[in-house]
């Protein structure tokens, strides 16, 4: 079956204990990205990468670092979170931007 | 952040009824998208249109844009209770790798 997966699906941490959320897809997509949701404000993208090494900030990339060694796989990692990191995650994949994404199930994240 | 912003924010309609959602946008667009999440879920692909076209439906979709207005519509007709959702557009820039979503607005749907 087609899809993104996501892990954790929540999570509630401290401020300042490194954290790494894991995103795979088995799609074989080159386009992937980080999505963060909060009430009011949409989804805001956090990082892409078009490509294995190829990555880029999005809107809101401030407080996190994202890697691509492997098509498959985009961790989003949060080196020293921080409250106003308390969101809703989402990963996404695709053959590029301007196509349709495929999002995994999101990772609810708390820190206090 | 040239996002899409979305009207009406909220819109709330009896089953059978057509619901119209719009869009508009400040820049150039490659494409746009709308997107439906169900509560706190991930998102679902609705429907993709191209900035060199018109129109397009799929089922009970149908999606419209206007590049000179820099603004899209989706309409749903004849809605059903499970039609009740969060809705989104998203767009992507000309010349970027971005892809930029509005802030959602909320459908219900009443049986």
């Known amino acids: 079956e087609a899809q993104v997966t996501q892990n954790p699906r929540y999570l509630i941490t401290v401020t300042g204990k490194k954290l790494t959320v894991t995103c795979s897809q088995n799609?074989?997509?080159?386009?992937m990205s980080w999505y963060r949701q909060d009430p009011g404000l949409g989804l805001r993208q956090i990082y892409y990468?078009?490509?294995?090494?190829?990555?880029d900030k999005g809107d809101v990339p401030e407080g996190y670092k994202v890697s691509r060694k492997e098509k498959r796989n985009f961790p989003l990692i949060l080196e020293s979170p921080s409250p106003n990191q308390t969101s809703l995650y989402f990963c996404?994949?695709?053959?590029?931007?301007?196509?349709?994404?495929?999002f995994g199930p999101g990772t609810r994240l708390t820190v206090l | 952040s040239q996002q899409g912003e979305e009207d009406p924010q909220a819109l709330s309609i009896q089953e059978g009824e057509n619901a119209t959602m719009n869009c508009s946008y400040k820049?150039?667009?490659?494409?746009l998208q709308w997107y439906r999440q169900n509560s706190g879920r991930g998102l679902v692909h609705l429907i993709l249109?191209?900035?060199?076209?018109r129109e397009k439906h799929s089922g009970r979709l149908r999606v419209t844009l206007d590049t000179s207005k820099k603004s899209s519509s989706l309409l749903i007709t004849a809605s059903r209770a499970a039609d009740t959702a969060s809705y989104f557009c998203?767009?992507?820039?000309?010349?970027?790798?971005?892809?930029?979503f509005g802030k959602g607005m909320k459908l219900t749907v009443n049986p």
């Open positions: 998203a767009i992507t820039q000309g010349g970027s790798e971005k892809l930029v």
């Open positions: 820049t150039s667009i490659n494409n």
């Open positions: 799609m074989n997509h080159e386009y």
């Open positions: 990468s078009m490509n294995v090494e190829v990555t």
């Open positions: 249109i191209r900035s060199n076209e």
């Open positions: 996404a994949s695709s053959l590029g931007s301007v196509n349709e994404q495929f």
